[in-house]
Structures are given as C-alpha cells and as structure tokens.
C-alpha cells in the first residue's frame, strides 16, 4: 500500500505570507534508513536558536574570489603600544591603528607597566581598525611582547603592576633555579637557559620579596594574554609565547610537571596552551558592541611577538632566516625538530607551524647602541644623518672595532655581563669611522650566531628583515657583506601584527595552513647580494673581532673587581 501526503496551504499563526506554499515534509530529509534532521540542518537550527553567523571559510580555500570583502585583524600588545592591521586574503592591507601607552615616568626604567593601559590601547587600535576595514571582518590574531606577567586574584583583579621583559631583578632567582632543576635539565626540557625576565624567575620573586601579593594570585598571564582574558574571558597562550617561560616541556608542548614540581608552581595559575592557529575563542557580546566587531568573533591563540613577526616575512620552511635589528639584534631560523645548542648561545623554542620549532641567536641591546651613539653625538644628529655618516666612512671603519654588549647585566645566570668598548682607536678617527663601526659591530655580533646555527646544522639560503625608511638599506647591504648570504627586503607591512592576521586566518580556515597563508600573500622585496670584495674583508675582520670580546671581559673584569658597578 503506497504511502503519500498531499500539500495544502497553511497560514502560520506568527502572520507570514499566507500565498506561500509549504510541503508538511519540508522540514524533513531522507538520512540513511530513517527519517529526520540531517546533521547539516541541525547545525543551521541550533546556530539559529543562539543567534549565531557562520562564514564557511574552508570550501572558498584556492578560490581568492570567493573571499572578496573578508577580512583578518591581527592585534600587537607591543612594549611601547598597540598595534592592529587589517589585511584582506591577499595580504593587502586595508586599515591600520596604533595607540601608544602612556609614559610610567618610574625610576624602575619602564620595567613595570599597569596592565589596563594595554587593554585601552588595544580597545581604541581595535576598535578604530574596526571602522575603517571596510569588509567584513572574520577573526582576530594576538601577537605582543616576548616577556611580561600579570598577576592576578581568584575574583580576576590585577594585583600589582605587571613586570615586562628587560627587568633583571630575578637574576638571583633565576640562578636558584638552575640549581635546583639543573642546567643541563633545564636545556634537555625547556631548550633555554633560565632568564631573569621569564616568567619561572619573576614568580620566584614575586614570591620571595612581595610575599602578600604572592598570596593573593592565582593566574599569571603574559600581555597579550591579558588582552586575550579582556576580550573573550578565556585564558589561554600559545606554545610560542609559552617556550619563553622557562616551564614549558618543548618536545610536549605542554607545561612540564616536573619543573612545576620542583619550583612548587601551581599549574592552575597557568593558562591553557593551544597551537598558534588554534581558536582561543570568540569575542564576548558585551566587548563586540563597544569595538564595532561581530559577537563570538573567533580570536586565534596567535604568536610571541618574535615568531609572528618571523611569520609575517613568510620564514616558514627550511633555509630562510629572518633578522630583526631593534633593540636588540636577533635571527629567527625555523626547525623540523627539536634542535638544542648545549653551549646556551642559542634558544630553542615552539614555531607557529604544529610540531615545528625555532632556533634564536639574540644580541641584548645590541640594536640599541646606535641609538646610544646618536646621544653621544647630540640630539642633532637624527637617524638618517648617522646612516649617511657610516655610508661615508670604508669598509672596517679604518681598522676601528665597536662591540656592543652594552647591557649593565646579563638576564641569564651563565652570561657573562654587559661589556661594550671601542678598539683600536686612534686620534685620525672620525665620527664617520665610529658610527660605522657601531654598526658593523651590530652585524659582527649576529655572525656569532648565524655561525652556530650553521654548526648545528641549519642550512642559510637567503636572510629575510623588515624593510625600514631611510638608510635602512646599509643594515641589509652590511648583512649581505658579513653573512655571505642574500639579504631580502620584506615590504614596510611584514610585520609582527601581519603574522598575527594570517594566524587568524589559518584558524578560520582561510588557508590551509601557516606556510599556505605565507605562499599566497608574502613576496619578498629587493634582493641584495653579498659584493664578494667586502664580504672578503669582512670575514678577516671578523675573525679579529671574535677574540676581542673575551678579551676585554676578562680585563675589566678583574681590573674592577671589588669595584660597585651601576645598575
């Protein structure tokens, strides 16, 4: 016996058009044997019901054209302000907004900063971005600077102002550390030597000096994480920016119980850690409506400022490195694996890419020495006058040396202290010979560790570093020169937010993955070769440089023994 149903007109209660036919099985679809919802349909249903919007992201992967009008968001909590870019899925960008904090004006030389000036300089870059990114924005990506706590209570308050990168008062803890888990356990776990601004040496000194607000804090969270807690109510990091901390286990991926234990660190206090591209979580309701963004907006785990930035000039496969001369001088060279230097010249870390890691040869300060020469010099002299003084001065700087460890103090138990000296100095020097040699010595500086990397097995193909204005163009020609390798300008838009948007991207399934995003939206600029006239001299100049480091250590040190040194 045959089965039907007929149609008939139905006029809804609710006052729809009456004119409209409905078939009674309309609601309904064949699935497997049965009858009922399909899955597909349940979602659109319970998506309905909660007043949720999906943008199917991944069918459109391979069809740019599909995505016209989207838009990713990458947010920098920067160490001097905020930073959000807005980039469409070629990496074009379509907006841009920073705030900058306000001064501290404290004697402690900005090594403390309140936490809710972060969180109100990213709200206005947001929420400008927001306004002028003419499309539809899809998800948010977090990047921010490389150390930093805050410390906060069980009810979600802030107590005390939090510590940034650079403070060097938890030397004292970060040896104890070492002592008690052991240098070489230390490097087999963590891949890094203990600093005095990660976050294991700050809670021991939070803990030993500040005991009531130790007492009181329940989570500590890095800068862009606090931002992240602001905007979603998640507390979460990622693994790049947990690598940094001194308790991640690097082959893991995940915090190691065993230096937890042994530091007698509550894991509750630490927030989850998720892969770079994973959704962190989606934008609260209360948060989306003052930021002009759509409500559950997903937001990407992101990256540490470093790896983002390393992202955003596309270092994702073997043989490209990037250089980034700053405040302080460092290469970034991606790893298939785990690979640790048991010297403790370079660091080893998580990269953005799943199961993929980074090797690190940082210069402290070593960026900042011409800014330094600037001030020697007089205010006068801007920063294109110092390029256009050592472009004028030859290579070698007439036989004058400059080695720019000028930190007071080492942030790491086993570093042999800040020691910076001209050498070779004699009366027919100019200051175009010793602007040149500041920079030189910067480069030299960095050839120590794009040496070790070769050692280790990191093969060098082309060097990658954000392009700058002005005389930038003499830190890459000096690159070439000393390095041997190619140096690529990347455009003035590489930078640590672009990273962060293109994470963003990978976690919506805009792309299929950290290196996809990179093929389709980053092209590298001018390439300069190294002359290999200069990169002749170079490489006999460096080789004297090599030995003077140690041996102007050795002699200051023990001519000032006994001697009280500033800072």
């Not at 809710?116 to 400008?128: D, H, I, P």
């Not at 009531?212 to 693994?239: C, I, N, S, W």
């Not at 937890?260 to 962190?280: H, N, R, T």
């Not at 097995?457 to 392009?467: A, D, F, N, W, Y």
Request: net charge positive; hydrophobic share 40%; charged share 25%.
């Amino acid at each position: 016996m045959r089965h039907c149903q007929r149609r008939r007109d139905h006029t809804p209660a609710d006052g729809r058009d009456p004119e409209r036919r409905r078939d009674v099985r309309g609601g309904l679809r064949q699935r497997d044997d049965g009858v009922g919802l399909d899955p597909e349909r349940r979602r659109r249903l319970r998506d309905r019901c909660h007043h949720r919007r999906r943008v199917s992201l991944v069918g459109t992967i391979g069809d740019p054209a599909n995505l016209r009008g989207l838009v990713l968001v990458g947010l920098d909590v920067g160490a001097i302000r905020a930073t959000a870019v807005a980039i469409d899925e070629t990496g074009a960008v379509q907006a841009s907004a920073s705030a900058e904090y306000p001064p501290d004006g404290k004697a402690s030389g900005g090594l403390e900063r309140d936490a809710s000036e972060w969180w109100r300089a990213s709200q206005r870059a947001l929420a400008e971005v927001a306004a002028r990114a003419g499309g539809e924005i899809v998800g948010i990506g977090l990047t921010g600077q490389t150390a930093g706590a805050v410390f906060m209570d069980a009810r979600g308050n802030v107590v005390r102002p939090a510590i940034v990168g650079g403070d060097r008062r938890a030397l004292r803890q970060s040896v104890a550390i070492t002592e008690r888990v052991g240098r070489d356990r230390l490097l087999e776990i963590t891949g890094n030597a203990v600093a005095s601004d990660g976050l294991a040496s700050t809670l021991l000194w939070v803990r030993d000096v500040e005991p009531v607000q130790f007492r009181h804090t329940r989570r500590v969270l890095a800068p862009k994480d606090y931002v992240r807690l602001m905007l979603t109510g998640e507390a979460v990091t990622d693994v790049t920016d947990a690598s940094g901390t001194t308790l991640l286990d690097l082959r893991r991926r995940t915090w190691s119980g065993e230096i937890l234990d042994a530091l007698e660190i509550p894991p509750a206090w630490l927030p989850d850690v998720q892969e770079s591209a994973a959704i962190s979580g989606g934008l609260r309701p209360s948060m989306a409506g003052e930021l002009g963004l759509p409500a559950r907006l997903p937001i990407a785990a992101g990256a540490s400022g470093e790896v983002a930035a390393a992202v955003g000039c596309g270092i994702v496969e073997s043989g490209l490195i990037s250089s980034s001369i700053r405040r302080d001088a460092v290469l970034f060279a991606p790893a298939n694996h785990v690979i640790i230097d048991p010297t403790g010249r370079l660091d080893a870390g998580c990269h953005a890419l799943p199961q993929r890691y980074r090797l690190r040869a940082r210069a402290a300060a070593a960026g900042a020495a011409l800014h330094w020469w600037g001030g020697i010099l007089g205010g006068h002299f801007t920063r294109d006058d110092l390029y256009q003084l050592a472009a004028s001065a030859p290579v070698g700087s007439n036989g004058l040396f400059f080695l720019p460890h000028c930190e007071s103090a080492s942030t790491t138990p086993d570093g042999a202290g800040g020691r910076g000296a001209f050498a070779g100095l004699r009366a027919h020097h100019t200051r175009a010979d010793l602007t040149r040699a500041v920079m030189e010595g910067v480069i030299f500086s960095l050839r120590d560790g794009l040496d070790r990397l070769g050692e280790l097995g990191i093969e060098v193909r082309q060097v990658r570093t954000p392009r700058r204005s002005g005389g930038a163009w003499l830190w890459r020609q000096l690159q070439a020169d000393i390095f041997g390798v190619p140096v690529a300008s990347m455009a003035a838009t590489a930078t640590p937010a672009m990273g962060a948007a293109l994470l963003a991207g990978v976690a919506c399934g805009r792309y299929a993955s950290v290196a996809d995003a990179a093929r389709h939206t980053i092209q590298p600029g001018k390439l300069i070769e190294p002359d290999p006239g200069r990169s002749a001299q170079y490489e006999r100049l460096y080789r004297t440089f090599t030995t003077l480091a140690p041996a102007i250590t050795g002699n200051v040190e023990s001519s000032t023994r006994g001697v009280a040194q500033p800072g």
